[in-house]
């Protein structure tokens, strides 16, 4: 039976979105085409009217994964700020649900082994992260001050500027691992010692957040 353009698109979406989930889940090896299908709702054979390959659909699933980002473009508001963000991501909840999170802690490792194609797609996933957490940490950063005698010209304010972009860049970058090092580490433990398991959670979140709370650190 054939099926509308609206429909296949549909189907084609439904399956993205089910890989992309069980992939976080279970790794890309503990995913088989047929799990991503039932899950969808879909014929074993359909997927491949969608996807020249399992290796283009991996591809496909974890690009869309990384629409999840611990700073979406919407910005922020006064209710959610960085050390909002950090709680939310070192937290039980997201270390329980990793197929609704942050898919460079859940397929990194496997992204490392799989061949340059995927780690285009994970490092082109990760520049936006870290692009995205840079401003957010430049948007709620105190506003600089030139040094007392000095004279504001172009040249200075660039420097300036460019010089603070990549403080922010540089933060962003070990904010950014430190998290997804530690979410690792949580679930890695969660099963055998919870203790340890939420230990590492509430440490890094406190060192993280005083960190930034820092004045020049």
């Given at each position: 039976m054939k099926v509308s353009k609206a429909q296949a698109a549909e189907n084609r979406q439904g399956i993205l979105d089910a890989a992309a989930r069980l992939y976080r889940e279970r790794g890309l090896t503990g995913v088989g085409v047929a799990d991503i299908t039932r899950d969808a709702g879909l014929t074993h054979?359909?997927?491949y009217r969608h996807f020249e390959s399992k290796d283009a659909l991996v591809r496909e699933a974890c690009a869309r994964a990384f629409d999840w980002s611990i700073a979406p473009?919407?910005?922020h508001t006064p209710n959610t700020n960085v050390a909002d963000r950090i709680k939310s991501y070192l937290s039980p909840q997201h270390r329980d649900t990793p197929g609704s999170g942050c898919p460079a802690a859940a397929l990194a490792v496997d992204a490392a082994r799989a061949g340059p194609e995927l780690s285009q797609v994970f490092a082109e996933g990760i520049e936006r992260n870290i692009q995205r957490f840079?401003?957010?940490?430049a948007d709620t950063a105190p506003a600089a001050c030139a040094p007392a005698g000095t004279t504001d010209t172009t040249d200075t304010t660039d420097a300036a500027t460019t010089a603070t972009a990549a403080a922010h860049r540089a933060r962003a970058m070990e904010v950014l691992a430190t998290m997804v090092g530690g979410l690792?580490?949580?679930r890695a433990t969660a099963a055998a010692q919870p203790g340890l398991s939420e230990e590492i959670l509430t440490t890094l979140q406190e060192q993280l957040i005083r960190l930034l709370d820092t004045p020049g650190a």
């Open positions: 054979g359909g997927l473009l919407d910005g840079a401003q957010l940490l690792v580490l949580a």
